[in-house]
């Protein structure tokens, strides 16, 4: 399997928080850091139990970038 993100080549992965991305564990390591990541979480828990199952996320906003939480 090929990393949505870095396309690296991966035998595990998990799904983004932030969108709908299988990255790699790497990835997941970068995602965990970003300042939005628990505002990411925390709007996918919302969506969730507001009953949208089918919710994309917020976005990757790129290594450096923020989310624009007026639009999510």
Known sequence: MTCDRCHSTTHVYRVSWFDTARICP??????????????AKD??????????????????PGRAGRVDKGAA
């Open 43 to 60: 709007v996918e828990h919302a969506a969730v139990v507001a009953g949208d199952m089918n919710f994309p996320g917020v976005g990757w």
């Open 26 to 39: 790497t990835c997941q390591d970068e995602e965990e850091s970003h300042p939005d990541y628990r505002y």
